[in-house]
């Protein structure tokens, strides 16, 4: 995977999220989905991109669980 750094713009296309959901998400404040893992440097905000879609693996892997 590749480990080059997102923004929150970058970041929410990938997942196909509006502003408002992303921030519930890395705020840990969506419910059933853990907290996505972002590095804040000042006010900027960024998500390594390896970790990005770990994390979509894992709730991939959860879901799959869930519905089992």
Request: with cysteine.
């Amino acid at each position: 995977m590749p480990n080059s750094l997102l923004n929150p713009k970058e970041a929410r296309t990938i997942l196909q999220m509006s502003p408002a959901t992303f921030s519930r998400l890395i705020n840990g404040k969506l419910p059933g989905c853990s907290a996505l893992p972002v590095a804040r440097i000042g006010r900027k905000i960024l998500v390594k991109e390896s970790t990005l879609y770990a994390w979509l693996e894992d709730r991939e892997k959860c879901s799959a669980a869930v519905s089992k």
